[in-house]
């Protein structure tokens, strides 16, 4: 593997100083051998919580050994302060043991973005990819414990560089069964970056370290000082230090000195940081010196310093060794406490400091602690060191930390010449960018905004107003983008690359609010234009999915031009999956009823997210997969693929796509007649997509974010149960809003068929009448046989209602002919019912009987419950033979002579091919006809009935 | 003879009868040897987490050496004078 110069030094630590006996932390240590004890109950962690100098990393330390001991594999890591910025600093310390093995294992992308990260590989940027480096750190972990249970054990968490922190959260979210246990420290009060604290979703035991007691100080300073105290010293000294271990022996060993008065009457001591301050000013020079350079550098090592001092460092800092301010591992110099290291740090002035980041810029290693002692060192702008904060700003986000990298941009521009404004504007423009990435969106939108002002209209500013736009679009204010992105397409000039990125923007941002269907085409051709002139395949494959999206909305053939998209998916494997030309392609294949197709593509895509960690993707194609389930007839793996598609929009905090996620989920709860569960989700899919209450009268904005299904849903169980008026109320603008839109696809307003139904139930035929001519056009258009038949059928309906009986149950046959080959079982069973119900009218029993025992079975084999029902009512009103109330069905009496031969529900699911369900369902039918109130009275009415007595 | 305090960190205790046991065994043993030491008692303040043992000895080397062979940890050995209630 080749290791270039600037390869950050991997920092074995070989023999650790071996943790110091635990005094008065007794209970503490018996809940950390109870977790250790316990490999059944991981993956969970544990994490030791307290102030500083309350003992923490001695504790964590013993956990350590008492892991050692018993054959954990340990990673560790023990960030400091000053590395809190350096990008995977933690991480290469984790994975250092385990490098040589586990690296050759992963697959090519992962090894390649694990090896970028810790870098390992030189000029390797473009494999950063913060999900694949943690998609490679889960497997890492995983492999591991398949052989050996794991402790992952991080120290101080609060300073956790932003990449790691990330990397871990991410693969710790994604452990199941694992035996990983983590092992963590984390500081309160005193000193921590709280806002930057990091934290696990695994299940946590909590370690919170409280005071010693008089009895636990006193043994803890005779064992470590050799100090005897008399009782009213010992008193004082447990009232001084609050049972904080590490300030009692700091104010014994003063008091040792000669320097500290514990007599009740002395004036206070100075708090633990004073004492440490004083302890550091009592050093001579040249030692302060060396401490304050040691705490500058994040991995201080005795090379690294002799390098930066002329001066003898080993001789100077002779006296912190002796008085353990400091301690040796080979070549690496370790403060004995983290207060110390900023107590030696805080003992320099700032002219001193400012020197003493130049000495160290001109040693490291490390591109970005070049930076940062770069930028401490420089007291005025300087467009030398401003260009070179700059550069590693640019690497640390590369390497994942936008806040880190922000914070450098930031520094960059502070350093930039007053007359460099050009300068000072891309690097405020950088820090931006790094700002929206890292989260921090307030201050992102206030930095573009004040830029804005400052720059003249034209190229520059169209980047801007562009990126203000995305921030807005992100932002969930889809029209304040889309107004944003015309105001910078009018000063984009004539740069291209500019071009793409807004036209691209209003494609989505138009498409997405459905209200400019043909406006969105147009700039989607424009799109491509600019994308062919770049010479970008990348740009190009997006901005040709982007137009067979709006081609196909806007009733076009998109084929020849997904294709050519297709062409060059190659090109965009690098991007987020939603932007594979795929993700469209499934999205046509799925509007145009080609499940099979469908459920293929988005399969492969499922996979690649997956292998990324790209959840923001994961959860759209989870959802389209639901739809796909829901249409093709399997509810419960619809069920299942929405609820993953909620969990994942969850995680990546998305709520557009939790709202859609949801809304799938309700669709498949209103094909099953469950009107109280449709409505509990639905609704919580619009409160997410509305925020507010939900008008059903006006549904665009709730559609525009993710609540479009979810209406519907809330429409198609209304008809199903027969509510006319409430599926109208629902469905009535849902379809109004996306004709009007300008969609024609039939694959968009799928809604459609539902909404004649419940139009022509309510008597208004007309209306009815019309979108049915719309749907016919579509079928014609299309020729597809699932709109074909589903548009024949509303013409059944029309016509039935408007009284031509005879010409209805023509259309309505005709529907079922369409339908067959369609693969979409409700829309063939409603047809059934549909003819069932004509031939009902037309006195035709015995072809009404077998169309809606049809229908009947369809239903039930969907467990599509409601509509069931109102099959059974309807198969009740022929009258005759096979209609008495109290007649068991086939399906029914299949179950129930099931039950008699002992079967529990589930088993006679998988027998009868239907769900536990519809199971249930057929039961309580069956228990009302025979009128039993029993399991056991069934079985002994069926025993009866088979003469078995 | 002078009574002697022995103050040891003694975290999580609950019964002194092991304590006790042990310090009257070495007292004893160290008895049969020919030296003056007697165990006395003990006293457990468990807010402190501190255990008190008094001793009777000839000196607070001896109440050391009992110490030691009871296993008392003992921080620190002072002169102490038991006071008998009227």
């Given at each position: 593997?080749?290791?270039?110069g600037?390869?950050?030094?991997?920092?074995?630590?070989?023999?650790k100083?071996?943790?110091?006996?635990?005094?008065?932390?007794?209970?503490?240590?018996?809940?950390?051998?109870?977790?250790?004890?316990a490999?059944?109950e991981?993956?969970?962690?544990?994490?030791?919580?307290?102030?500083?100098?309350?003992g923490?990393?001695?504790?964590?330390q013993?956990?350590?050994?008492?892991?050692?001991?018993?054959?954990?594999?340990?990673?560790?890591?023990?960030?400091?302060?000053?590395?809190?910025?350096?990008?995977?600093?933690?991480?290469?310390?984790?994975?250092?043991?385990?490098?040589?093995?586990?690296?050759?294992?992963?697959?090519?992308?992962?090894?390649?973005?694990?090896e970028?990260?810790?870098?390992?590989?030189?000029?390797?940027?473009?494999?950063?990819?913060q999900?694949a480096i943690?998609?490679?750190?889960?497997?890492?972990?995983?492999?591991?414990a398949?052989?050996?249970?794991?402790?992952?054990?991080?120290?101080?968490?609060?300073?956790?560089?932003?990449?790691?922190?990330?990397?871990?959260a991410?693969?710790?979210?994604?452990?199941?069964?694992?035996?990983?246990?983590g092992?963590?420290?984390?500081?309160?009060?005193?000193?921590?970056r709280?806002?930057q604290?990091?934290?696990?979703?695994?299940?946590?035991t909590?370690?919170?370290?409280?005071?010693?007691?008089?009895?636990a100080t006193h043994?803890?300073?005779f064992?470590?000082?050799?100090?005897?105290?008399a009782?009213?010293l010992l008193?004082?000294?447990?009232?001084l230090?609050?049972?904080?271990?590490?300030?009692?022996?700091?104010?014994?060993?003063?008091?040792?000195?000669?320097n500290l008065n514990?007599?009740?009457?002395?004036?206070l001591?100075p708090?633990?940081?004073?004492?440490?301050?004083?302890?550091i000013a009592?050093l001579?020079?040249p030692?302060?010196?060396?401490?304050a350079?040691?705490?500058?550098?994040?991995?201080?090592?005795?090379?690294?310093?002799?390098?930066?001092?002329?001066?003898?460092?080993?001789?100077?800092?002779?006296?912190?060794?002796s008085?353990?301010?400091?301690?040796?591992?080979?070549?690496?110099?370790?403060?004995?406490?983290?207060?110390?290291?900023?107590?030696?740090?805080?003992?320099?002035?700032?002219a001193?400091?400012?020197?003493?980041?130049?000495?160290?810029?001109?040693?490291?290693?490390?591109?970005?602690?070049?930076?940062?002692?770069?930028?401490?060192?420089?007291?005025?702008?300087d467009?030398g060191i401003a260009a070179?904060?700059?550069?590693?700003?640019?690497?640390?986000?590369r390497r994942g930390?936008?806040s880190?990298?922000?914070?450098?941009?930031?520094?960059?521009?502070?350093l930039?010449?007053?007359?460099?404004?050009?300068?000072?504007?891309?690097?405020s423009?950088?820090e931006?960018?790094?700002?929206?990435?890292?989260?921090?969106?307030?201050?992102?939108?206030?930095?573009?905004?004040a830029l804005?002002?400052?720059?003249?209209?034209?190229i520059?500013?169209?980047?801007?107003?562009?990126?203000?736009?995305?921030?807005?679009?992100?932002?969930?204010?889809?029209?304040?983008s889309?107004?944003?992105?015309?105001?910078?397409?009018?000063?984009?000039?004539?740069d291209?690359e500019?071009?793409?990125?807004?036209?691209?923007?209003?494609?989505w941002?138009?498409?997405?609010?459905?209200?400019?269907?043909?406006?969105a085409a147009?700039?989607?051709?424009?799109?491509?234009?600019?994308?062919?002139?770049?010479?970008?395949?990348?740009?190009?494959?997006e901005?040709?999915?982007?137009?067979?999206?709006?081609?196909?909305?806007a009733?076009k053939?998109a084929?020849?031009?997904?294709?050519?998209?297709?062409?060059?998916?190659?090109?965009?494997?690098?991007l987020?999956?939603?932007?594979?030309?795929?993700?469209a392609?499934?999205?046509?294949l799925?509007?145009?009823?080609?499940?099979?197709?469908?459920?293929?593509?988005f399969a492969?895509?499922?996979g690649?997210?997956e292998?990324?960690?790209?959840?923001s993707?994961?959860?759209?194609?989870?959802?389209?997969?639901?739809?796909?389930?829901?249409?093709?007839?399997n509810?419960?793996?619809?069920?299942?693929?929405?609820?993953?598609a909620?969990?994942m929009?969850l995680?990546?905090?998305?709520?557009?796509?939790?709202?859609a996620?949801?809304?799938?989920?309700?669709?498949v709860?209103a094909?099953?007649?469950?009107?109280?569960?449709?409505?509990?989700?639905?609704?919580?899919?619009?409160?997410l997509?509305?925020?507010?209450?939900?008008?059903?009268?006006?549904?665009q904005a709730a559609?525009a974010?993710?609540g479009?299904?979810?209406?519907?849903?809330?429409?198609?169980?209304?008809?199903?149960?027969?509510?006319?008026?409430?599926?109208?109320?629902?469905?009535?603008?849902l379809?109004?809003?996306?004709?009007?839109?300008g969609?024609?696809?039939?694959g968009?307003?799928?809604?459609?068929?539902?909404?004649i139904?419940?139009?022509?139930?309510?008597?208004?035929?007309?209306?009815?009448?019309?979108?049915?001519?719309?749907?016919?056009?579509m079928?014609?258009?299309?020729?597809?046989?699932?709109?074909?038949?589903?548009?024949?059928?509303?013409?059944?309906?029309?016509e039935?209602?408007g009284?031509?009986?005879?010409?209805?149950l023509?259309?309505?046959?005709?529907?079922?002919?369409h339908?067959?080959?369609?693969g979409?079982?409700?829309?063939?069973?409603?047809?059934?019912?549909?003819?069932?119900?004509?031939?009902?009218?037309?006195r035709?029993?015995?072809?009404?009987?077998?169309?809606?025992?049809?229908?009947?079975?369809?239903?039930?084999?969907?467990?599509?419950?409601g509509?069931?029902?109102r099959?059974?009512?309807?198969?009740?009103?022929?009258?005759?033979?096979a209609s008495?109330?109290?007649?068991?069905?086939?399906?029914e009496?299949?179950a129930?002579?099931?039950?008699?031969?002992?079967?529990s529900?589930?088993?006679?699911?998988?027998?009868?091919?239907?769900s536990?369900?519809?199971?249930?369902?057929n039961?309580?039918?069956?228990?009302?006809?025979?009128?039993v109130?029993?399991?056991?009275?069934?079985?002994?009415?069926m025993d009866?009935?088979?003469?078995?007595? | 003879?002078?009574?002697?305090?022995v103050?040891?960190?003694?975290?999580?205790?609950t019964s002194?009868?092991?304590?006790?046991r042990?310090?009257?065994?070495?007292?004893?043993?160290?008895?049969?040897?020919g030296?003056m030491?007697?165990y006395?008692?003990?006293?457990?303040?468990?807010?402190?987490?501190?255990?008190?043992?008094?001793?009777?000895?000839?000196?607070?080397?001896?109440?050391?050496?009992?110490?030691?062979?009871?296993?008392?940890?003992?921080?620190?050995?002072v002169?102490?004078?038991?006071?008998?209630?009227?």
């Amino acid at each position: 593997m080749p290791i270039d110069g600037c390869a950050r030094r991997a920092h074995h630590r070989g023999t650790k100083p071996q943790a110091e006996p635990l005094i008065g932390r007794e209970g503490e240590l018996l809940s950390l051998i109870s977790f250790l004890d316990a490999p059944a109950e991981l993956p969970s962690a544990l994490l030791i919580e307290g102030e500083a100098g309350m003992g923490k990393t001695t504790l964590w330390q013993s956990g350590i050994d008492i892991a050692r001991e018993r054959s954990f594999v340990i990673l560790e890591a023990r960030p400091v302060a000053v590395e809190a910025g350096l990008s995977f600093a933690a991480l290469a310390d984790l994975l250092e043991p385990i490098m040589d093995i586990a690296l050759p294992a992963l697959p090519e992308p992962q090894r390649r973005a694990i090896e970028a990260a810790l870098m390992l590989r030189a000029n390797d940027r473009a494999a950063l990819d913060q999900r694949a480096i943690g998609t490679a750190l889960l497997g890492i972990l995983r492999r591991l414990a398949a052989d050996t249970p794991v402790v992952l054990a991080v120290d101080d968490v609060q300073w956790l560089d932003e990449g790691s922190a990330a990397t871990l959260a991410f693969a710790l979210r994604r452990l199941t069964r694992e035996p990983v246990a983590g092992l963590f420290a984390r500081r309160t009060e005193i000193g921590a970056r709280q806002e930057q604290t990091w934290t696990t979703d695994l299940p946590t035991t909590l370690i919170t370290m409280g005071p010693l007691s008089l009895g636990a100080t006193h043994a803890l300073v005779f064992e470590r000082q050799k100090a005897v105290l008399a009782r009213p010293l010992l008193r004082r000294l447990h009232e001084l230090s609050r049972g904080n271990p590490y300030y009692a022996l700091e104010l014994t060993r003063a008091w040792q000195a000669g320097n500290l008065n514990l007599s009740e009457s002395a004036p206070l001591p100075p708090d633990l940081l004073g004492l440490l301050g004083s302890r550091i000013a009592a050093l001579p020079k040249p030692t302060r010196h060396a401490l304050a350079l040691a705490a500058a550098m994040s991995r201080p090592t005795l090379s690294s310093l002799e390098r930066a001092e002329d001066e003898d460092v080993g001789a100077a800092l002779g006296r912190a060794f002796s008085e353990r301010i400091v301690e040796l591992d080979r070549d690496e110099l370790r403060f004995t406490h983290p207060l110390l290291a900023a107590s030696a740090y805080a003992a320099v002035d700032s002219a001193d400091r400012r020197q003493l980041h130049a000495r160290l810029a001109g040693v490291v290693d490390d591109v970005e602690e070049r930076a940062r002692h770069l930028a401490l060192a420089a007291d005025q702008p300087d467009e030398g060191i401003a260009a070179q904060v700059e550069g590693a700003a640019d690497l640390a986000f590369r390497r994942g930390a936008p806040s880190s990298a922000a914070d450098l941009m930031a520094e960059a521009a502070r350093l930039t010449p007053p007359d460099a404004d050009v300068d000072g504007r891309r690097r405020s423009f950088a820090e931006a960018e790094y700002r929206f990435e890292a989260g921090e969106t307030g201050r992102a939108a206030a930095l573009i905004a004040a830029l804005i002002d400052l720059t003249p209209p034209g190229i520059e500013r169209a980047r801007l107003l562009a990126r203000q736009a995305r921030f807005r679009h992100f932002g969930e204010d889809i029209r304040g983008s889309v107004a944003l992105l015309r105001e910078a397409l009018a000063e984009a000039g004539d740069d291209a690359e500019l071009h793409v990125e807004i036209e691209e923007g209003l494609v989505w941002g138009l498409l997405m609010n459905r209200d400019d269907i043909r406006g969105a085409a147009a700039h989607a051709r424009s799109a491509v234009h600019y994308a062919e002139r770049l010479g970008s395949d990348a740009a190009l494959a997006e901005a040709l999915a982007a137009l067979a999206m709006t081609e196909a909305l806007a009733g076009k053939d998109a084929r020849a031009t997904i294709d050519q998209a297709l062409a060059l998916e190659p090109a965009t494997l690098g991007l987020r999956v939603l932007r594979h030309p795929s993700f469209a392609h499934g999205y046509l294949l799925n509007a145009a009823d080609d499940l099979d197709a469908a459920r293929v593509v988005f399969a492969v895509l499922q996979g690649r997210a997956e292998e990324r960690g790209d959840d923001s993707s994961l959860a759209p194609i989870l959802s389209h997969l639901s739809l796909i389930e829901c249409l093709a007839g399997n509810l419960e793996l619809a069920e299942s693929h929405a609820d993953d598609a909620v969990g994942m929009a969850l995680q990546s905090g998305q709520v557009p796509s939790q709202a859609a996620a949801l809304g799938r989920k309700a669709l498949v709860f209103a094909v099953r007649g469950d009107l109280e569960a449709t409505r509990e989700i639905a609704g919580d899919s619009l409160v997410l997509a509305h925020a507010g209450d939900f008008d059903p009268s006006m549904p665009q904005a709730a559609a525009a974010r993710g609540g479009e299904l979810a209406i519907w849903a809330l429409g198609h169980v209304s008809l199903a149960l027969g509510d006319y008026p409430t599926a109208h109320r629902y469905l009535g603008p849902l379809c109004a809003f996306l004709l009007d839109a300008g969609i024609e696809e039939p694959g968009e307003i799928r809604p459609l068929g539902d909404e004649i139904e419940a139009l022509a139930a309510l008597g208004r035929r007309g209306d009815a009448d019309r979108l049915t001519q719309h749907l016919e056009r579509m079928g014609t258009r299309t020729g597809r046989p699932s709109v074909l038949g589903v548009a024949r059928r509303s013409r059944a309906i029309v016509e039935a209602a408007g009284g031509e009986v005879e010409t209805a149950l023509e259309h309505a046959k005709g529907a079922i002919a369409h339908l067959r080959s369609a693969g979409m079982p409700l829309e063939l069973a409603r047809s059934q019912l549909v003819v069932g119900e004509i031939e009902r009218r037309l006195r035709l029993k015995r072809g009404a009987r077998a169309s809606l025992g049809d229908a009947l079975e369809g239903f039930e084999r969907l467990g599509a419950q409601g509509w069931a029902a109102r099959t059974s009512a309807e198969l009740a009103r022929i009258g005759g033979r096979a209609s008495s109330s109290t007649e068991l069905t086939p399906t029914e009496r299949r179950a129930a002579e099931l039950v008699a031969e002992g079967h529990s529900n589930k088993e006679i699911a998988s027998l009868m091919f239907i769900s536990p369900k519809t199971v249930e369902a057929n039961l309580s039918r069956v228990y009302t006809k025979v009128g039993v109130a029993s399991r056991t009275e069934l079985v002994r009415h069926m025993d009866r009935e088979t003469g078995k007595t | 003879m002078a009574n002697y305090l022995v103050e040891s960190y003694m975290p999580n205790t609950t019964s002194l009868d092991e304590v006790e046991r042990r310090a009257s065994r070495a007292a004893d043993d160290l008895s049969v040897a020919g030296h003056m030491v007697r165990y006395v008692r003990s006293i457990y303040v468990a807010e402190d987490e501190t255990c008190f043992h008094l001793f009777d000895a000839e000196s607070a080397d001896m109440v050391r050496l009992a110490s030691d062979r009871a296993d008392l940890r003992a921080q620190r050995i002072v002169l102490a004078v038991e006071h008998e209630p009227l």
